[in-house]
């Protein structure tokens, strides 16, 4: 089994920055990828960024590109979510998961951003 726990949610202004840190623990051999959605009240989850484990290839939703940063630290097991520039509507529960070769995918439990206009 593998257990992923967040990091770094809470409230910023509009403008501001937080960073998300999502650490997976246990059976964690053979990651293909980690990263991140979120969902907002009323929303479905939507993608955010992920990033590949072996490379470093990322990707990115549009509504995030150039404002949010997503790294890994690979001896940490530990994905980064860097969040600039954040605005009302990036409000939401952000999830991560990390996806594992011959494994279904694991989602961590959330943590909340709220931005204030």
């Known amino acids: 089994q593998v257990q992923l726990v967040e990091s770094g949610g809470g409230l910023v202004q509009a403008g501001g920055s937080l960073r998300l840190s999502c650490a997976a623990s246990g059976s964690i051999s053979r990651i293909n990828a980690m990263g991140w959605y979120r969902q907002a009240p009323g929303k479905e989850r939507e993608f955010v960024a992920a990033i590949i484990w072996s490379g470093g290839t990322t990707t990115y939703a549009d509504s995030v590109k150039g404002r949010f940063t997503i790294s890994r630290d690979n001896a940490k097991n530990t994905v980064y979510l860097q969040m600039n520039s954040l605005k009302p509507e990036d409000t939401a529960v952000y999830y991560c998961?990390?996806?594992?070769?011959?494994?279904?995918?694991?989602w961590g439990q959330g943590t909340q951003v709220t931005v204030s206009s």
């Open positions: 998961y990390v996806d594992r070769i011959l494994h279904t995918r694991t």
